[in-house]
């Protein structure tokens, strides 16, 4: 099984951009899909977006308008999520998972979750 663990998660400014990286321990990390997600104390986890097991593919929730992009490199078993044009609204705890089915946005189908990132955006 796949153990994950995010970082890079910090202050910005609205308007700035940001990184983040999910490095993988454990076996066949390219056997899994991985997700990001997001939660705050007043929201439910929320999906991000995910990639497939070699990186072809991803797919995103809607209101994200595209600012998110997600890529992976398995020869260094790492995921990133880059953030662009970042919103105060995005100010969250971001977490990574793995699945083994692609297009699974629903957190219970995910494991090997990190202890989470925090990203704070300020107005």
């Known amino acids: 099984q796949v153990q994950l663990a995010e970082s890079g998660g910090r202050l910005v400014q609205a308007g700035g951009s940001l990184r983040l990286s999910c490095v993988a321990s454990g076996r066949a990390f390219s056997d899994y899909v991985v997700g990001w997600f997001r939660q705050t104390p007043e929201k439910e986890r929320e999906f991000v977006g995910g990639i497939s097991w070699a990186g072809t593919s991803t797919y995103y929730a809607d209101s994200l308008e595209g600012r998110f992009t997600i890529s992976r490199d398995n020869a260094k078993n790492v995921v990133y999520l880059e953030m662009n044009i970042l919103k105060p609204e995005d100010t969250a705890v971001y977490y990574c998972?793995?699945?083994?089915?692609?297009?699974?946005?629903?957190?219970?189908?995910?494991?090997?979750w990190g202890q989470g990132t925090q990203v704070t955006v300020s107005s």
């Open positions: 998972a793995a699945t083994r089915q692609y297009g699974r946005v629903q957190s219970t189908f995910f494991d090997g």
